[in-house]
């Protein structure tokens, strides 16, 4: 079976959804090569919009991700190497960030000015994409990008949209199932394409395999996907936007897995998770980075299909403990950490010695013109000054 979030994604800007005025000045500014900066919850239609005016311009998308751009040089390697290059194919180019929230973080200093120094060379029209651009970090690239806003789907919108898609599928629905899961999806369009594939059973709207939606984080939707499905195409595509470490989702499907399946199904759940992990010991130890697929397949499709039917309604999943008991010890040192690599970037002294005598340390780095210098995040400031 076809995702749905697929098979709908617009192909042409007149098919997106409750965002007309930033649409039109998107397509405004990507003729005229102005620089933009899209940013807005997930699922109101960010990505898709620039590939959709792509296809109606006839332009390639060079698609970036930033969670893989961590530092300058790299930075500098993939969007400095792209800035000039010409499109073999298309009429022209666009240069699409995504994810831009990925940047920030404790590896990435110099990465932002990086980019920042780029922009008077690159000679195609670009594009950022952030959930959310009101970091500090991000302050000098808000005033050399236009921003554009892609603002929550009004359910009546998603509702017309669901309906219309229901239909064209053939799937047997009521009017008020439909307006529920609407509601539920909370402006996101894609969650509730999502929860529409979930909730189907013989061809019909069943709301009792998907229960109450509420939004949580990426790893619950995860889950829900392998758990709440038979159809191995749908669990494979669970983890593919999924920024957890695929270690730490092992951990999660292990921990919660005794919430959804029991006796024979949970046993043959369990058998083919440890077959994935026989995978991952390999991985570890050869470096045989081809069985990762094998691995993957076994955490979503295998699970999914060790159950004989759907556990309907809502289940609760928690944190694996481990991981919570990794977490809390990990952010005890992370702010420190963050703080001493900036500091050590600048002075060109060791981490290590800074991270030895930070007590020494603080007591000036409290100082606002270093917290401006060292660009700390306002976690590290608040970190600094109590």
């Known amino acids: 079976m076809t995702l749905l979030v697929d098979k709908y994604s617009p192909k042409s800007l007149n098919e997106v959804m409750g965002q007309d005025q930033a649409i039109q000045r998107l397509e405004y500014n990507i003729?005229?090569?102005?620089?933009?900066?899209?940013?807005?919850?997930?699922?109101?239609?960010?990505?898709?919009?620039?590939?959709?005016?792509?296809?109606d311009i006839s332009f390639e998308v060079l698609e970036i991700?930033?969670?893989?751009?961590?530092?300058?040089?790299?930075?500098?390697?993939?969007?400095?190497?792209?800035?000039?290059?010409?499109?073999?194919?298309?009429?022209?180019?666009?240069?699409?960030?995504?994810?831009?929230?990925?940047?920030?973080?404790?590896?990435?200093?110099?990465?932002?000015?990086?980019?920042?120094?780029?922009?008077?060379?690159?000679?195609?029209?670009?594009?950022?994409?952030?959930?959310?651009?009101?970091?500090?970090?991000?302050?000098?690239?808000?005033?050399?990008?236009?921003?554009?806003?892609?603002?929550r789907i009004h359910h009546e919108i998603i509702f017309e949209t669901l309906k219309e898609i229901a239909?064209?599928?053939?799937?047997?629905?009521?009017?008020?199932?439909?307006?529920?899961?609407?509601?539920?999806?909370?402006?996101?369009?894609?969650a509730a394409l999502t929860d529409l594939q979930i909730s189907i059973e013989n061809n019909?709207?069943?709301?009792?395999?998907?229960?109450?939606?509420?939004?949580?984080?990426?790893?619950?939707?995860?889950?829900?996907?392998?758990?709440?499905?038979?159809?191995?195409?749908?669990?494979?595509?669970?983890?593919?936007?999924?920024?957890?470490n695929l270690d730490d989702f092992f951990m999660w499907l292990d921990e919660n897995i005794v919430r959804e399946y029991s006796n024979e199904d949970l046993k043959k759940a369990f058998d083919i998770i440890s077959k994935a992990d026989i995978f991952r010991g390999r991985i570890r130890r050869q470096q045989y980075y081809r069985f990762m697929v094998?691995?993957?397949?076994?955490?979503?499709?295998?699970?999914?299909?060790?159950?004989?039917?759907?556990?309907?309604?809502?289940?609760?999943?928690?944190?694996?403990?481990?991981?919570?008991?990794?977490?809390?010890?990990?952010?005890?040192?992370s702010k420190k950490l963050a703080i001493s690599k900036a500091l050590a970037e600048k002075t060109h002294t060791s981490t290590k010695k800074i991270m030895q005598n930070f007590g020494y340390y603080r007591n000036f780095l409290a100082n606002n013109d270093i917290i401006n210098e060292l660009e700390l995040t306002e976690d590290e400031i608040r970190f600094l000054k109590t």
């Open 31 to 55: 003729k005229n090569k102005i620089p933009s900066l899209i940013h807005g919850e997930t699922g109101t239609g960010k990505t898709s919009s620039v590939y959709a005016l792509a296809n």
């Open 65 to 151: 991700n930033a969670s893989n751009l961590r530092n300058k040089a790299q930075i500098n390697s993939i969007i400095g190497g792209a800035a000039q290059q010409q499109s073999l194919f298309k009429k022209g180019k666009i240069i699409l960030v995504d994810e831009l929230d990925g940047i920030s973080g404790q590896k990435d200093r110099g990465g932002l000015q990086a980019l920042n120094k780029l922009l008077p060379l690159i000679q195609h029209p670009i594009v950022l994409i952030s959930n959310d651009i009101w970091n500090k970090k991000f302050s000098t690239i808000r005033k050399k990008f236009e921003l554009l806003e892609f603002k």
């Open 167 to 190: 239909s064209k599928e053939k799937i047997k629905f009521n009017e008020q199932d439909l307006k529920t899961l609407s509601r539920s999806a909370k402006g996101d369009l894609r």
């Open 204 to 244: 019909k709207l069943n709301l009792n395999l998907l229960s109450e939606r509420e939004q949580t984080q990426e790893i619950f939707n995860a889950l829900k996907l392998i758990f709440k499905t038979l159809d191995p195409k749908i669990a494979l595509s669970a983890l593919d936007n999924l920024k957890e």
């Open 294 to 333: 094998y691995q993957i397949a076994f955490l979503t499709a295998g699970v999914a299909l060790s159950k004989k039917e759907k556990n309907p309604g809502f289940v609760s999943y928690t944190r694996p403990n481990r991981i919570l008991k990794m977490f809390i010890s990990k952010m005890r040192n």
